[in-house]
């Protein structure tokens, strides 16, 4: 890079996302005069507004996308940069804009998030859903759309199949039950009914402390409908435009071109094997043609022999983290899920450069109860941690991995639910040295606890269960449950009184 620097800052962060925001304001609370540059793509920010600390490690927060000056009011050191980077040349500490404007670093965070890593780049009927502009997108097609097909069974496409009305959805998912990146079988059990609102749920307690579930069969397909008027929770369409948030959804009207309300057909254990134009489909010699096709701007074929034609495909498949423009010229390593890897301080592989958030792969030896997961939650922890690292090396001070991430939490929620997760809350890694707990009150609550070695490693509580500080709790002290058996989960114990 032989530009001349347009200025040397003490600190430059890229991304206005919640890591690279809250890595800027944790940086500048710390070292009020430090000099730093915020360089980021967008005209806006993202900025966590009424955050709240729930327990230890559970937190709530909503976010919000706000002009970058209200930043640069708060922290009068602050400079904000609006272009994107183009390169980085870390020899020469130097960062470079699409402008062509060359900036100096003495320390660099770079916090550019992911993108939706989608099923094909190159079909305009397929769109993935990240930020405010293709959240308007979506929206922009689903008001004309009939039928659309959702792809992937993680957070949006959860989201999606709940929201989505007056449109039929097709949700082709690889597994054999909805929801696999966040919950079990039974928490799908649980949660399924809530896609017809016309069943009714009669609340009886059961508590079962085997675990059951009734599978579909491989290639299987469930449909479910709902009238919305008859939903007794949940709020109407407001008007479009609001910014993403934990709630996105209920800024934005996700209605489709039809009179019915919620129509979903579930596809289970299938991948995407095909997408066609109609011609295609017409000359493909192994068609399944359905009565109706032929009408249809594209066609997707699953593994398991159907075909659907739909007006569009939503590619809900996870995220690659934005590495690109980092990349070349330099020596970072790169974790096998695309993140740039960092270690128990945020330090990536080159000198002086941290990341935090969805671009960046948290590469230290983790504590038995956390893993990484893309998450707002896991953005501003890792955003804050970095500013800390930032301001520590540069006060020669000491520093110890945050108590964050001892224990993985997230509350978020689903069908109208609230659901918490803490630790492996699906066993994760634990083999078949786990036991589990569970109580469900069919259309109320569903609670797991996930116990190895007589010690409960991770929960999974869907409902108004007021069990998160406790379950925490008993997670943090690592216990031994074992005098207490299926006694945990009885419904007419205070669990509280019975650990005091
Ligand atoms: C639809 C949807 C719903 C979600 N719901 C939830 C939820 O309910 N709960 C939850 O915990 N998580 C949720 N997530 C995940 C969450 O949004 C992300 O994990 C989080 O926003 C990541 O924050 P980040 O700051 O790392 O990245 P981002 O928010 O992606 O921010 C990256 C920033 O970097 C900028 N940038 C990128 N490249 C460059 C460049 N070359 N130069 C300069 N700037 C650049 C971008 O403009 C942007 O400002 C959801 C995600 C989506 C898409
Ligand atoms: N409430 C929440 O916490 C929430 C809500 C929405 C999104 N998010 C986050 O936003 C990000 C994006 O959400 P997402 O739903 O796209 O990602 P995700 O990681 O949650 O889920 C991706 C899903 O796609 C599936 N998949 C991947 N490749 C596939 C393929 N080729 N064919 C079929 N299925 C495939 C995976 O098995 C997985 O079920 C994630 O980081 C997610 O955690 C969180």
Redesign the pocket.
């Given at each position: 890079m032989a530009e001349k620097k347009e200025k040397i800052f003490q600190f430059v962060i890229v991304g206005g996302g919640i890591a690279g925001v809250t890595c800027v304001e944790q940086l500048t609370s710390q070292i009020p005069s430090a000099d730093v540059a915020l360089i980021t793509a967008g005209p806006h920010i993202k900025a966590v507004t009424n955050y709240k600390q729930v327990s230890k490690t559970l937190e709530e927060f909503d976010v919000e996308e706000k002009p970058s000056s209200v930043l640069e009011e708060k922290f009068p050191n602050l400079t904000v940069i609006h272009s994107a980077v183009k390169s980085v040349h870390t020899e020469t500490h130097s960062v470079e804009t699409t402008d062509g404007r060359v900036f100096g670093y003495e320390k660099l965070c770079i916090c550019s998030g992911?993108r939706?890593?989608l099923?094909t780049q190159k079909n305009p009927y397929v769109l993935?859903?990240?930020d405010t502009d293709s959240a308007q997108e979506f929206q922009k097609r689903l008001c004309k759309a009939k039928r659309i097909v959702i792809?992937?069974?993680?957070?949006?496409?959860?989201?999606l199949v709940y929201e989505v009305e007056g449109c039929e959805v097709i949700w082709?998912?690889?597994?054999k039950a909805i929801g696999?990146?966040?919950f079990d079988a039974g928490a799908a059990q649980f949660l399924i009914p809530s896609l017809e609102a016309d069943k009714p749920e009669v609340a009886a307690p059961c508590k079962r402390t085997r675990y059951t579930t009734e599978e579909p069969a491989p290639g299987a397909s469930q449909t479910f409908t709902a009238d919305r008027s008859s939903r007794g929770h949940g709020s109407g369409p407001t008007e479009p435009g609001s910014a993403l948030g934990?709630d996105w959804h209920e800024g934005i009207a996700l209605r489709g071109a039809q009179q019915v309300s919620r129509r979903v057909s579930v596809e289970y254990q299938c991948?995407?094997e095909k997408i066609l134009t109609s011609e295609e489909l017409l000359n493909s010699p192994q068609q399944t043609l359905r009565p109706e096709s032929g009408s249809w701007p594209v066609y997707i074929q699953l593994t398991n022999g159907k075909t659907f034609g739909c007006d569009f495909i939503v590619?809900?498949?996870?995220?690659v983290p934005n590495t690109e423009p980092f990349l070349h010229g330099n020596n970072f390593s790169v974790a096998d899920d695309g993140g740039l890897q960092v270690d128990d301080h945020m330090m990536t592989s080159e000198p002086d450069v941290y990341a935090a958030g969805?671009v960046c792969t948290a590469c230290w030896e983790h504590s038995p109860l956390w893993q990484q997961?893309?998450?707002?939650t896991q953005a501003r922890q890792m955003g804050w941690y970095a500013g800390r690292c930032m301001a520590a090396e540069a006060l020669s001070e000491p520093i110890e991995l945050d108590f964050c991430f001892e224990l993985f939490s997230?509350i978020?929620?689903?069908f109208n639910y609230k659901?918490v997760l803490l630790g492996k809350f699906n066993g994760q890694g634990l083999g078949p040295d786990q036991e589990l707990l569970l109580r469900c009150t069919k259309g109320q609550e569903y609670v797991k606890a996930v116990l190895s070695g007589g010690r409960m490693v991770g929960a999974v509580l869907i409902g108004e269960t007021d069990l998160e500080e406790t379950f925490e709790n008993l997670i943090l002290n690592q216990m031994d449950l074992t005098p207490y058996g299926e006694e945990l989960l009885n419904p007419n114990i205070d669990i509280e009184d019975y650990f005091d």
């Open positions: 992911g939706p890593k099923l993935g859903i990240r792809v992937g069974n993680g957070g949006i496409a959860l989201e082709a998912v690889k597994d696999n990146t966040f934990p991948e995407v590619s809900a498949t996870g995220v969805d997961m893309r998450l707002w997230h978020t929620k689903f659901v």
